[in-house]
């Protein structure tokens, strides 16, 4: 394990924690609740191309550490949430009242 609390097999590291950027506003959530919420929208995928996309932006922050989320990106995400408002948890409540900001 490094000294910021990341580890990787192959000399890449996840990190605990991801930064997620609401359409200009960053907020940062834990690693797990990321991976709940992206997995939650890869399963409505096949119903809504924005699910697919926040899937996908998800999937980047995870690999990468962080990634910006846009308007279509953050209405998903509320879907999400709404449709399945155990995902994610508390975790999400930062990110979640940054997008109803963002969306209003």
């Excluded at 000294?3 to 797990?32: H, Q």
């Excluded at 879907?79 to 508390?90: F, I, L, R, T, Y």
Aim: hydrophobic share 45%; with cysteine; glycine share 10%.
């Amino acid at each position: 394990m490094l000294r910021d609390g990341r580890s990787g097999d192959d000399g890449c590291v996840a990190p605990r924690e991801i930064r997620l950027d609401a359409f200009g506003e960053v907020v940062t959530v834990a690693r797990a609740a990321v991976e709940e919420l992206r997995a939650t929208a890869a399963a409505r995928a096949g119903v809504s191309s924005q699910h697919r996309d926040l899937s996908l932006a998800l999937d980047r922050a995870l690999a990468g550490g962080t990634a910006a989320l846009g308007r279509s990106d953050l209405r998903a995400l509320l879907a999400v949430v709404e449709e399945h408002p155990d995902s994610g948890g508390h975790e999400l409540d930062e990110l979640v009242a940054a997008a109803r900001r963002r969306t209003a």
